[in-house]
């Protein structure tokens, strides 16, 4: 570039103090950019001014309109948190005592399997577990004799490696043919129902093989897990402290929401209840409701159906999902 460039530039950004600086191109070319105002128009007649001098025009200014009164809806939802009272659930269970009942395609499949083991199996080496000449070997023998060969005593007399085939016990017809001679077991039954007259739902001693839950009677006369302020007080000064309880975690399991009841006007009549429910467990003892300060009056044991038919639809339905299958 030469010198008499160079120097045309320097004057020209001398000469134009109140511009911004440019780049040799915008400069070379001659486009104008107009800097930002550095101050503000306060009045209307400044406006008016400005406008008047400068090529852009202001934004219209717009006075503020006042503002119209919120609908109840809009209310709850600014100020929904105040209309809730937050409470803890405790949900006690009692797991089951005793295996639960086999269904009918259970008990046909497990014996099903037993016979096939029995024709598939290798013949028991009796050499290998017993001496000869023991009590032991007399007494398997004996057994074994009774039962015609058949070692499993609950499949009967059962032939599974004769010429003419296994009998699976079924017709050609589908229906199932008896087994002949079954031998019964021995030892006496665990009973499924423990003492105390039928339809006694506070005993913890019924229903062994299934899941028990512990639900209170309220003031209202609603059948609802014992709720409070915090969970581990509600559950001790509810059903007392003569409970061996063990809480499982500190995580809910599931919560139950009551929504607030709102006038006409927005204003709050009755306030909703946010409950979140966390799970524990009975290791022994029995619930007490002497002297509570929540004013339950009775309490039920009971398991998933009989609680659908207690409780509320839609408080079963906030719980449904961490109820035990048994």
């Known amino acids: 570039m030469a010198a008499s460039s160079r120097g045309a530039l320097a004057i020209r950004g001398l000469l134009r103090t109140s511009s911004p600086r440019l780049c040799r191109q915008c400069a070379t070319t001659g486009l104008q950019i107009r800097a930002p105002k550095s101050w503000r128009a306060y009045s209307g007649a400044a406006a008016a001014a400005s406008t008047a001098t400068t090529p852009i025009d202001l934004p219209p200014t717009t006075t503020p309109t006042p503002s119209e009164p919120a609908t109840p809806q809009q209310q709850q939802q600014q100020h929904g948190k105040s209309h809730y009272r937050i409470q803890g659930g405790i949900i006690l269970t009692r797991a089951p005592l005793l295996t639960a009942e086999e269904t009918p395609f259970e008990s046909a499949f497990y014996f099903y399997q037993k016979r096939l083991n029995e024709r598939l199996s290798m013949p028991f080496v009796t050499s290998v577990y017993f001496k000869p000449d023991t009590p032991a070997l007399i007494d398997w023998n004996l057994k074994v004799r009774d039962r015609e060969g058949t070692v499993a005593k609950e499949l009967g007399v059962y032939h599974g490696r004769v010429v003419r085939g296994p009998h699976d016990g079924v017709s050609d017809d589908a229906e199932i043919i008896p087994v002949d ?37 309220g003031a209202d006369g609603r059948w609802a897990f014992p709720a409070a302020a915090t969970a581990k007080r509600v559950m001790d000064k509810t059903a007392g402290l003569d409970m061996n309880t063990w809480m499982v975690g500190r995580v809910p399991v599931a919560h139950h929401v009551v929504r607030p009841v709102l006038g006409e006007d927005g204003s709050l009549q009755k306030r909703g209840e946010k409950t979140f429910f966390l799970k524990a467990r009975i290791m022994a003892g029995q619930a007490n409701l002497a002297g509570n300060p929540f004013g339950y009056t009775e309490f039920k044991w009971l398991t998933a159906e009989e609680l659908k038919a207690s409780v509320d639809d839609k408080y079963y339905h906030s719980v449904r999902n961490m109820l035990a299958d048994r």
């Open 181 to 217: 001679e079954p031998v019964a077991a021995r030892g006496a039954q665990e009973p499924r129902h423990r003492g105390g007259p039928a339809g006694d739902v506070a005993r913890l001693d019924r229903a062994l093989d299934r899941t028990l839950y512990l639900v209170v009677k």
